[in-house]
């Protein structure tokens, strides 16, 4: 083991990379069972460059937990998903769930399209059956221990994670 110095030094608070083109992905969340998760969304939304949230009932986003996030991400508040998902459809994007379902595909097999809706599931009941109908396709994180699924604001941030790995410049 070489007690060289690594050469690294450390970078706080770097400045973000430029996108060459405004990000298409939606990300729609249901009334949340926590506020906690709702702002970690929009926190992570905002380091992502995502701008637009849709959001079914009354969730509070905590200014502390989402830093400048909320500056940068519309929040559209909605009552129910289905009926914006439905508009967003027609505006011609494709509505992906990220859920444990029958049919679903692995995350990282998946091929988004730039134009894209992700819908978060619930913390506990994940996406209702009027939700899945209005799905065009549904990926899973794949899970190797317990508990059987990942956190809800844990698992937004690993697919807009993949969206983005997969449209690196916007």
């Known amino acids: 083991m070489s007690t060289e110095p690594s050469g690294f030094e450390h970078e ?12 298409e992905l ?14 970690r969304i929009v926190r992570v939304a ?9 959001a079914a009932g009354g969730g509070k986003v905590d200014k502390k937990i989402a830093r400048d996030g909320i500056e940068h991400v519309t929040i559209d508040t909605h009552r129910t ?4 998902l439905r ?17 679903s595909r692995l995350i ?9 809706v992700l819908v978060i599931g619930h ?8 939700e899945l109908a209005e799905l065009d396709d549904v990926v899973e994180i794949p899970v190797h221990g317990r508990p059987f699924s990942h ?3 844990t698992s937004a941030a690993m697919a807009i994670y993949e969206y983005c790995r997969q449209f690196p410049t916007g």
């Open 12 to 23: 706080r608070h770097k400045p973000p990379t430029e996108l060459q083109r405004q990000r």
């Open 26 to 39: 939606v990300v729609a969340v249901p009334q949340m069972q926590s506020n906690v998760n709702l702002s």
């Open 46 to 54: 905002g380091c992502f460059g995502i701008e637009r949230i849709v």
């Open 81 to 84: 998903l289905g009926p914006v």
């Open 87 to 103: 508009k967003l459809r027609s505006a011609g994007y494709r509505i992906v769930g990220l859920e444990q379902a029958t049919g």
């Open 108 to 116: 990282y097999e998946y091929e988004f399209v730039r134009k894209s």
């Open 123 to 130: 913390e506990r009941h994940g996406i209702t059956p009027e």
């Open 151 to 153: 956190n809800a604001a």
